[in-house]
């Protein structure tokens, strides 16, 4: 109504009223009301204006539209025909007049720091758009100006003759240029100006400045697009380098692996990109900004003053895509949308999220569950996605609005854990803690059948993807069985899983609906193959059994390393991937040929769930950190020529003189290094390789000597042996005793050893294979155990929330700490005078030797901290946790000076007595960490 109005307001009274027409339609009025702004303040002027406030989704703050188009030499022409200012720029009167006449349709609003005005109403921004930027040509170069204006090109030219406001990154220590970091990005990318766009996205100080604003995930976004456009412009014959294209690959897989830790802190920048594959964007953007650090450099973006290298870094980047993370608890459950676009993950903060596969953006999220969401899966036919809950109702959603359009309350008498669609999409299996399985009819949300059977808990159901009457389900009581739906019965019952009486640190209370499932005999996961044709099952048992749906024979078995949580068939069935929960791992399998391809590491809490995407290109994981975590398959299949050990490294330690060191694997090798090289020395394989509790090689230590080392596995020996040679000089039989720690007395003529199935420290004549003293006192078995420096002491730290301080001589106890959680680590600092523990409440302790007291408490770890130890000086502390980071930290006042990011978490850790600068740790997938502390 309005802008009709507008329109008859401008009618003259001796205008003829047959001529007295309005437009039939809006965009008609509109494009009438721009016409006569155009006769009133000039084409030229309105077209220019209105050009670069269409153009903008957010807005144009008036002082930038001023100077950009006082840069604008046809439009300067125009307008100051009759007056020429001092200086050659657009009079401000000008623009104040024209947004006068647009009065009502502006709408101001601040943002960035400025006052943006944009056209109130979407048809106003289409119109103009259809008008002022029609041509691609006009959409191109409108771009190109906003970026040569916030690049300060258009400072560079026109600066000083035309006033133009200089574009730096930052004002000042506390106030970032926000509009820059805003919209140069955004605006190359729709000039298609990809050289200086590269540019632009391989400036890590514009990548740090993005993310200290609080914008690293724009950037992702941003390079997300970039990459398209770049695919898309060569394929439309656009001349576009093929080095820009490879190297912005490049940086948006770097801004996918690491925009989590680089948003969350932005002086991580340099390490992070420092350490990645020598002769990639990232390092050679780092590199780059390590030579303009030798020159004067302001725009008030902060650098590093040092930073950790990871010398013998991997050639190529890891299968590690993404993290998705957002989630308030534990994500459940993941699955990929029928084309494999979306990701949805279902958690127990009675939320489903949807994240879109490429950039990782959040796409939506389902809300409508009083409980845990414990599973989501998508229809086959597309037309529904499906939720269950803890809530006992089962949840149907539109996967193309995200509303809800069904609920079924009470499905169930207790909580759901699992539903599966059937291969029509037209029915739904679900199983419940009640010991029932359920199948339903999708459109009317009614039971149309009950399977009963199950002694034990059911926790999970799978339908088979080509078999209407097929479904299998598990539970604890070691079941898993084979359903006939037509005819309600068990159509076999599948064995093969056993009993584990030593569950690995059971999570029951850390998980809701798990408290009542008897975790030593529980099958979490069952699923069919996409032929139909296998069914694989996940158990506690630390196995991953195929079996054949037609036989119910065993296809295949695979030992992981722990609790088997979740396994999924790739779409072509040749691979089969499996989770392990309390290894916090993934892992890929070759089924023809039994073998195992990769080991996925990274989350910091238990994997819950794991899905194949369609095209068989991506893994998705669900874990108890609260996050999902997307692989490139392929990647992971190259994994193993990238790491030196195969799985976990548990144990490194070094020669006393820091030329040696020693690392201990659950592939069952024991490396020496050549700390001078960084290359092994000597593979020691004299362990028996046979997994009696899933483990490989735990411990090992290097004498004071230097001559010898002393190794522990799940073969139950402590073996002492050559570290130059590796030949065998002894062999202690410990058995049921599984070392998980050990140490050389200072004469070398005494090892202690701590470890599982004991709740001591234990004192051997190595020489004799004679135990000599037990040093008792624990509730829970020790992980941790060392002398004092002068050897007068010995020190044990244990899962029951004590360390032990003995007398080295006659094993008497001298004193107890006590924390209110595991004392996964205590170790002296080099002079004597403190200790230094970590715990699964996630602090790091110092404590003063003689009062027994704590002087200082350091927190920042998200995870179980597993290790920690003093630097040779004793000024520095090292501590690495399950949270993928090894933590540098102030001795004296407790401050965190450094920290590095692993690819899994990380079990071993050790500073090298030779140098003040250089540690060693390993992790959960195999890598060896060699690490300097370098200044910049």
């Not at 007056?83 to 104040?96: D, G, I, N, T, Y």
């Not at 349709?105 to 029609?134: C, D, T």
């Not at 990318?189 to 100080?205: M, N, P, R, S, Y």
Request: charged content about 25%; overall charge negative.
């Amino acid at each position: 109504m309005e802008l009709a109005f507008q329109q008859c307001r401008e009618w003259p009274s001796y205008k003829d009223p047959e001529e007295c027409k309005l437009e039939s339609d809006v965009s008609g009025m509109i494009n009438a009301f721009y016409e006569s702004l155009e006769r009133y303040h000039g084409r030229l002027f309105v077209e220019r204006v209105l050009r670069l406030t269409a153009a903008s989704n957010e807005g144009v703050n008036p002082d930038e539209l001023i100077d950009i188009l006082s840069c604008d030499d046809t439009l300067l022409d125009d307008v100051l025909v009759w007056h020429k200012p001092p200086k050659r720029r657009l009079p401000p009167l000008l623009l104040a007049r024209l947004r006068h006449d647009l009065g009502s349709f502006l709408v101001q609003r601040g943002s960035q720091g400025v006052i943006l005005v944009s056209l109130y109403h979407r048809q106003f921004w289409e119109v103009a758009q259809k008008r002022y930027l029609g041509d691609a040509d006009q959409w191109k170069a409108n771009f190109l100006n906003v970026a040569k204006y916030f690049s300060g090109e258009f400072h560079q030219q026109y600066g000083k003759e035309r006033a133009i406001a200089a574009q730096p990154l930052a004002f000042g220590p506390t106030a970032l240029n926000l509009r820059k970091l805003s919209q140069l990005p955004s605006a190359l990318l729709e000039a298609h100006d990809f050289k200086t766009l590269h540019g632009v996205l391989c400036d890590l100080q514009f990548v740090q400045a993005k993310c200290m604003a609080g914008m690293g995930y724009d950037l992702l976004s941003e390079c997300t697009r970039a990459v398209a456009k770049v695919h898309e412009a060569k394929e439309k014959g656009e001349p576009v380098d093929d080095t820009i294209v490879k190297e912005l690959e490049e940086m948006l897989a770097f801004l996918r692996r690491e925009t989590h830790i680089i948003s969350k802190s932005p002086l991580q920048l340099y390490q992070q990109t420092q350490n990645s594959p020598i002769g990639t964007a990232p390092e050679k953007a780092a590199n780059a900004l390590k030579q303009m650090s030798k020159t004067a450099q302001n725009d008030f973006i902060p650098k590093p003053s040092s930073w950790i290298e990871y010398i013998n870094k991997p050639t190529e980047t890891e299968a590690y895509k993404q993290q998705l993370s957002g989630h308030l608890e534990v994500v459940l459950s993941v699955t990929f949308s029928k084309d494999g676009n979306t990701i949805f993950s279902a958690s127990e903060d009675k939320t489903v999220r949807a994240w879109d596969r490429h950039t990782g953006d959040l796409k939506g999220q389902l809300e409508g569950h009083n409980g845990a969401v414990t599973c989501v899966r998508y229809s086959p036919s597309g037309d529904y996605i499906a939720t269950s809950s803890g809530d006992k109702s089962i949840h149907l959603w539109n996967p193309n609005n995200f509303q809800l359009e069904r609920v079924i309350e009470n499905a169930h008498e207790k909580w759901i854990n699992c539903i599966s669609f059937s291969p029509k999409g037209n029915r739904l299996v679900s199983s419940s803690l009640d010991k029932q399985i359920k199948i339903w009819d999708v459109k009317s949300g009614k039971a149309v059948a009950t399977l009963t059977g199950h002694q034990g808990h059911t926790v999970f159901c799978d339908w088979s993807p080509t078999d209407e009457n097929m479904v299998a389900s598990c539970g604890d009581n070691l079941e898993i069985f084979l359903w006939d739906v037509n005819k309600k019965t068990i159509q076999q019952t599948l064995s093969g899983h056993e009993i584990k009486d030593n569950v690995n640190f059971p999570a029951s209370d850390r998980l809701e609906g798990h408290k009542i499932i008897d975790y030593k005999s529980a099958i979490w996961c069952v699923r069919f193959s996409n032929n139909g044709k296998m069914v694989a099952s996940a158990a506690v048992d630390s196995s991953a059994i195929i079996y054949s749906t037609e036989s119910g024979g065993n296809v295949a078995t695979f030992g992981l390393p722990n609790d088997a949580s979740s396994v999924a068939f790739s779409p072509d069935d040749k691979l089969l991937i499996a989770s392990s929960s309390s290894h916090m791992s993934v892992h890929l399998y070759n089924i023809e040929k039994q073998e195992t391809l990769a080991l996925l590491g990274g989350h910091s809490g238990w994997v819950m769930d794991i899905s194949f995407s369609p095209d068989g290109k991506l893994i998705a994981s669900a874990s108890q950190d609260k996050s999902v975590r997307v692989w490139d398959a392929a990647a992971a299949e190259k994994l193993s020529t990238l790491r030196f050990h195969s799985e976990r490294c548990w144990s490194v330690s070094y020669s006393p003189d820091g030329k040696w060191l020693a690392s201990a694997s659950d592939d069952f090798k024991v490396c020496v290094w050549n700390m001078e090289t960084y290359k092994p020395s000597l593979i020691y394989e004299g362990h028996d390789k046979k997994r009696t509790l899933s483990c490989g090689v735990r411990a090992c230590t290097i004498s004071n000597s230097c001559d010898l080392v002393a190794s522990g596995g799940d073969d139950l020996t402590i073996r002492v042996w050559t570290r130059d040679k590796g030949e065998t000089k002894t062999t202690i039989r410990c058995h049921p005793f599984l070392p998980w720690c050990l140490r050389f007395s200072k004469d070398d003529k005494k090892i202690i050893a701590v470890g599982e199935f004991t709740q001591s420290v234990q004192v051997w004549d190595w020489e004799k294979e004679t135990k000599l003293m037990e040093l008792g006192g624990f509730e829970r078995f020790c992980q941790y155990t060392e002398f004092s420096p002068d050897g007068d002491k010995i020190i044990g730290s244990s899962i029951d929330n004590t360390a032990c301080i003995f007398n080295a001589t006659d094993g008497a106890l001298i004193h107890t700490i006590q924390q209110p959680k595991w004392i996964t680590c205590a170790s002296y600092s080099n002079d004597g005078k403190n200790l230094v523990t970590c715990s699964d409440d996630l602090l790091v302790r110092i404590w003063d030797t003689k009062t027994n007291e704590v002087t200082c408490e350091m927190p920042g770890h998200t995870t179980e901290v597993r290790i920690v130890c003093f630097s040779p000086n004793d000024k520095y502390i090292a501590s690495a946790a399950l949270d993928q980071s090894i933590r540098i930290w102030d001795a004296k006042s407790g401050k965190q000076r450094h920290v590095f990011y692993t690819a899994a978490g990380v079990w071993a850790l050790a500073w090298n007595p030779g140098k003040q600068n250089e540690l060693s740790a390993g992790d959960a997938v195999g890598y060896v960490y060699f690490l300097q502390i370098n200044d910049l």
